[in-house]
Nanobody, 118 residues
């Protein structure tokens, strides 16, 4: 089992930046890691994902391309989401996700609130 703990959320003005972190309780080397978000009244959606191992492959939702960057530090068992040029529509609870490439088990963090408002 993998426990995921997100941090770094908060209130930021439009155009600002935040960096989310997701710390795992064990090695994430064999896990595809992702960030999802869920706004009030909307379905949870994929924001960004990074491949297992060295993280050579990433993909992003069209709405965040060019503004958000996902990265991983396997030595620290941590995944990051750098969010720049934030917009009010980025307001949501952001969740970290880990999906094993060995057995397809999936784990979720508890979420961290991001609010973009002036």
């Amino acid at each position: 089992q993998v426990q995921l703990v997100e941090s770094g959320g908060g209130l930021v003005q439009p155009g600002g930046s935040l960096r989310l972190s997701c710390a795992a309780s064990r090695s994430i080397f064999f896990y595809v890691m992702g960030w999802y978000r869920q706004a009030p009244g909307k379905q949870r959606e994929l924001v960004a994902a990074i491949s297992n191992g060295g993280g050579d492959s990433t993909n992003y939702a069209d709405s965040v391309k060019g503004r958000f960057t996902i990265s991983r530090d396997n030595a620290k068992n941590t995944v990051y989401l750098q969010m720049n040029s934030l917009k009010p529509e980025d307001t949501a609870v952001y969740y970290c996700n880990a999906r094993s490439i060995i057995n397809t088990l999936t784990y979720w963090g508890q979420g961290t609130q991001v609010t973009v408002s002036s």
